[in-house]
């Protein structure tokens, strides 16, 4: 099963950006997709980015114009560049890959910390 690592949280300002990355141990050209999540306190995780095996991109309607997933196969890392930041960002991000037999995310990063606030 893939590991991955996710990097690149932290505090930032209202307005401000940040760039997470995801590493991944194997070849993410094997996966179906790649995505990053959110879950804020007390609440679901839920979809924020995904990004298909094609290059084929979907969004989260609330960070659509703001949020950018992107990856590179060669590196096996999938990025989120995170600009306009918001309070309502804060939660943690975690990155996960779909596997060409799954219909859901079944391998995840351990997340990583984005706060929001001045």
């Known amino acids: 099963q893939v590991q991955l690592v996710e990097s690149g949280g932290g505090l930032v300002q209202p307005g401000g950006s940040l760039r997470l990355s995801c590493e991944a141990s194997?070849?993410?050209?094997?996966?179906?997709?790649m995505a990053w999540y959110r879950q804020a306190p007390g609440k679901q995780r839920r979809l924020v980015a995904a990004?298909?095996?094609?290059?084929?991109?979907n969004y989260a309607d609330s960070v659509k114009g703001r949020f950018t997933i992107s990856k590179d196969n060669a590196k096996n890392t999938v990025d989120l560049q995170m600009n306009d930041l918001r309070p309502g960002d804060t939660a943690v991000y975690y990155c996960?890959?779909?596997?060409?037999?799954?219909?859901?995310?079944?391998?995840w990063g351990q997340g990583t910390q984005v706060t929001i606030s001045t």
């Open positions: 996960a890959a779909r596997a060409w037999s799954d219909k859901e995310f079944r391998s």
């Open positions: 194997g070849n993410i050209f094997n996966f179906a997709a």
């Open positions: 990004i298909q095996h094609g290059g084929g991109t």
